[in-house]
């Protein structure tokens, strides 16, 4: 199913826009949101992995929740032809039952009879250079932009930290989860050998005990 909506999930925005600068990194975020009362879990792909870095690229959505995945386009040495982009992206979507940390490897296999709907994104590059205007009037029009820009642009990395806070927080949990079981897993194979150690130590302490020779006592 094509387009930013389907009977899972919504995306916003519907396209993935970068401002293309030569060796500079350029990102955009998308807000996905689980459109159901189910755990939604989600992939993302894209047809040019080695040009784009996306965090986090696969997760699970609370039921009526979203989250924010940031797409960040790596520097490029050249300019695409004429500002034209041809790469895409799929962002893939499906029920499952529960938060889990780690999601099975046919999560997203249409093969084994799960229900996966598709997104696709297309992507856009935007030019940052614009014609400088040649009269005083063309001047201050461009002025007002540039700093019409900048309040923008500063509100859009504000928001873009606040998203990235939230999304590393919840990255946090996880891990934190994780470390849990684990410590909960050592702390019962250490106690299971320190029980067996005393066992063995009280046993050979026992064994000593009984196996030593009676002490006979002689008057001269």
Not at 112 to 140: D, M, Q, T
Request: include cysteine; charge should be neutral; aromatic fraction near 10%.
């Amino acid at each position: 199913m094509t387009g930013a909506t389907n009977q899972f999930i919504s995306v916003s925005p519907e396209e993935l826009k970068f401002q293309f600068e030569q060796e500079k990194q350029s990102y955009c975020d998308l807000k996905v949101t689980n459109s159901t009362e189910s755990y939604v879990a989600f992939k993302v792909k894209t047809t040019s992995p080695k040009k784009y870095f996306v965090r986090p690229n696969t997760g699970v959505i609370h039921p009526w929740d979203s989250c924010f995945i940031r797409v960040t386009l790596q520097a490029q040495k050249e300019y695409p032809s004429d500002m034209q982009c041809k790469d895409k992206f799929l962002l893939q979507s499906t029920i499952v039952n529960s938060d889990a940390d780690e999601l099975p490897p046919d999560t997203f296999n249409k093969d084994s009879g799960r229900n996966v709907e598709e997104c696709k994104l297309r992507v856009v590059y935007i030019s940052p250079h614009s014609s400088p205007g040649h009269s005083e009037n063309a001047f201050k029009q461009s002025s007002d932009g540039n700093s019409s820009q900048a309040v923008q642009r500063a509100r859009d990395e504000r928001d873009a930290l606040f998203r990235q806070t939230q999304q590393l927080q919840q990255e946090l949990e996880v891990l934190k989860r994780q470390k849990r079981r684990r410590s909960d897993l050592g702390f019962s194979l250490k106690f299971a050998l320190l029980v067996g150690l005393i066992g063995l130590m009280v046993g050979f302490l026992f064994k000593l005990l009984m196996s030593s020779p009676s002490t006979e006592i002689v008057d001269f």
